[in-house]
């Protein structure tokens, strides 16, 4: 059995599915692309943007459960937020434990 990967934009309320995680990830990239043109002409990054994700679907979860409530899906990589005040920020997909760890070591 093969496993399912997906890649959400909970604000956009966006979930697809792919066979493969790179299909995924270049889903996720696609979407920060539209964040960063969004932030471009805005001046600043939507905090939406951090609602991006990607992870996999677990075995005996079917895609209309997970449409149903994606609390069942089993996110991997989240958007987060890297750069400085100087040199400007950028969103890139990073590990979920890295992500939190991340916020952690912030507050």
Same mark, same amino acid.
């Given at each position: 059995?093969?496993? !399912?990967?997906?890649?959400?934009?909970? &604000?956009?309320? @966006?979930?697809?599915?792919?066979?493969?995680?790179?299909?995924?990830?270049?889903?996720?990239?696609? !979407?920060?692309? @539209?964040?960063?043109?969004?932030?471009?002409?805005?001046?600043?990054?939507?905090?939406? %943007?951090?609602?991006? !994700? #990607?992870? %996999? %679907?677990? #075995?005996? #979860?079917?895609?209309? *459960?997970?449409?149903?409530?994606?609390? =069942? =899906?089993? %996110?991997?990589?989240? *958007? /987060? &937020?890297?750069?400085?005040? /100087?040199?400007?920020?950028?969103?890139?997909?990073?590990?979920?434990?890295? *992500?939190?760890? !991340?916020? @952690? #070591?912030? /507050?």
């Amino acid at each position: 059995m093969s496993l !399912t990967y997906f890649a959400m934009d909970r &604000a956009a309320g @966006e979930l697809d599915f792919f066979d493969t995680e790179q299909a995924a990830f270049d889903y996720a990239a696609e !979407t920060l692309k @539209e964040y960063r043109r969004d932030a471009r002409a805005d001046g600043e990054w939507s905090l939406d %943007v951090e609602d991006v !994700t #990607v992870g %996999v %679907v677990p #075995v005996g #979860v079917t895609q209309q *459960a997970a449409r149903d409530d994606d609390r =069942l =899906l089993c %996110v991997t990589h989240r *958007a /987060k &937020a890297i750069g400085n005040k /100087k040199m400007g920020y950028d969103y890139r997909m990073c590990l979920k434990a890295s *992500a939190e760890l !991340t916020d @952690e #070591v912030q /507050k």
